[in-house]
């Protein structure tokens, strides 16, 4: 067997270099911290590497990455080397973060202070220059925000497209799904592909990728808004040598940004608003329709109406019902039919399903209704007033048992069974008493006769009242309102146990609006109270400052969750449960006191 000498010596070298460095005295005193980035200067789109170098240690906090406005930092990376130089041992760990300019300026990094082995090591600011995109590479391609030319308001959908835009001999990929930064809007969820297609800008031919969104502000003022997109491209202006030696493009890395878009949005005007106003904002076209224009006392018909148009189906609430003598009038059935054209889902017909109940033959119209909506486009309300209709209310159809209805059992033609054969009385003898009382003058016999009667007497009052309370439409419309307001309560509270907040938040709203309508003199539908009814209506209720705090802090929440799918951050839901509980009990004592 032959033995190579090198390779034993390069063992032995090994064994005694790992032996040296897990010896104390090999291992270096005195921690040391720096921070750098590479390189200094960069072109917005493109990146650089963060790098925080820590000396002699071995471990490091879970560190954030640095928070500066028009840089992009990455999560972390981690990479650990040791080096023994005549026999003291050098230990060293780095932490990189690549980073993203946006846009051009010069950047300070901040300086942190990092807490290792029980002693604090302050990290130094490092500066980064960023100069804007090279021309060349603003030729070949851009990312812009398409939105309508004009100030947006609160609760509207608006239409947004983001797209990218490509020269035509520019071959690219997607190095990630677009970001969006801005707290002042909430946006609908991406779609799963881009539209794809080509257009002409400035003569030039572009093939683009398009993503379709519904914005909604939630802030009024000038408020910021950002997009960014990382790309993978060929640059066609640098070439480089494969691995045969064939010139190619060298494939580079780009952060693409919208910049920082300054959008105006308003709250709709005040002046020129209509009291039938509920949030409704686009262009709609409104029809009505009668099932039936004759109805029996007592009988259900339907009124149905129908919205057709483009804006925010979601957000917009029922059309109002006048004063209605004579008619029971129950919350609409709402449904909605998208237009297969729109992918954003902003254009279709919503149709509000109204059940009206005639309570007597003395009603001849159909109660009247007013829709009214915003027009973003043209900055002005317009109003629909349907006039109350004919309807002629025919008396009710009593049903009962006749006696002709009734026929003998053994009708024409059938023999009647023969009488049963009598036996004869067969005489008992009682028992004897020495004192006969009169059943009248005892209390069981005025319990037995007099017992049934106040029994019935009961049971009429009773049935009475009840009848009385049913036809009392505000003591109807009290009670639906509570039991509404017990079960979203109800439901907030569990989703709240399970940590569903969109659930809970959702099902708080519908309980304050609930609760909100008892106190509602116009006798509006729940559901179409919009925040600064609801919280005028519970301060009538007695509600307090801190309810008011509360229910805007709901309606916010909840609307965001429900129209554009935001996520609730920084939120106790079991303290909002709690506080729902607490408010809602304490106007139910106060409306019991009054």
Known sequence: MVVDKSQIWFRALTVALVCLSALPWARA?????????EPREISVGQSAVYTLRLVNTRTAPDLDPPEVE???????????????????????LQLTFRVTAEEEGVYRIPGRTLSLRGEDYPV?????????????????????LELPERPLYIGEAVPATLKLRLREDVRASLGGAPERKGEAFVQSEWPREPRQGTETVDRRRYRFAAWDVVLNPVRAGTQPLR??????????????????????????????????????????????????????????????????????????????VSLTGRGNFERMGAPEIGEAPGWRVYPPRTRFEADDSDPRGLSGTKRFEYLIIPENEEVTLVPEFTFAHFDPDRGRY???????????????????????????????????????TLRPIKSLSGTWRTRLTP????????AGALGPVLALGVLSVWLRRRERLRSDSRHMRLRHLTRAARDNLALAEEAARSGNAPAFYAAAQRTLQETAARWDAEHRQPHSLVEHEVRELLRKGGGDDELD???????????????????????????????????IARLSRNSSRA
């Open 29 to 37: 005193e005195g921690i040391s911290v720096s921070a750098s980035v």
């Open 70 to 92: 028009g840089l992009v930092f990455d999560s972390p990376g981690r990479r650990s080397m040791t080096n023994i130089v005549n026999f003291e041992r050098r230990d060293e």
């Open 124 to 144: 130094n600011e490092v500066v980064l220059r960023v100069t804007p995109m090279d021309a060349s590479l603003r030729s070949l391609f851009e990312l812009v």
């Open 227 to 304: 997009y960014r997109l990382p790309l993978v491209y060929e640059n066609p202006d640098r070439m480089e040598r494969d691995f045969f030696g064939r010139p190619r493009p060298r494939q580079e890395r780009a952060t693409l940004t919208t910049g920082t878009l300054e959008i105006e949005v308003r709250h709709p005007p005040a002046e020129g608003r209509p009291e039938a106003f509920r949030d409704a904002i686009g262009r709609f076209e409104v029809d009505a329709a009668l099932s039936d224009r004759t109805v029996r006392t007592g009988e259900p018909v339907t009124l149905s």
């Open 382 to 420: 317009y109003t629909t007033i349907f006039d109350a209709e004919p309807v002629e209310v025919l008396p009710g159809i009593r049903t009962g048992l006749a006696a002709r209805d009734f026929r003998p059992a053994n009708g024409p033609g059938r023999e009647l069974a023969p009488p049963a």
């Open 439 to 446: 059943p009248v003058a005892t209390a069981g016999f005025w």
């Open 549 to 583: 705090t509360f229910a805007a802090t709901v309606f916010q929440i909840s609307d965001a969750g429900k129209y554009a799918g935001a996520l609730v951050e920084n939120r106790d839901i079991a303290e909002d449960a709690r506080a729902l509980r607490d408010h």
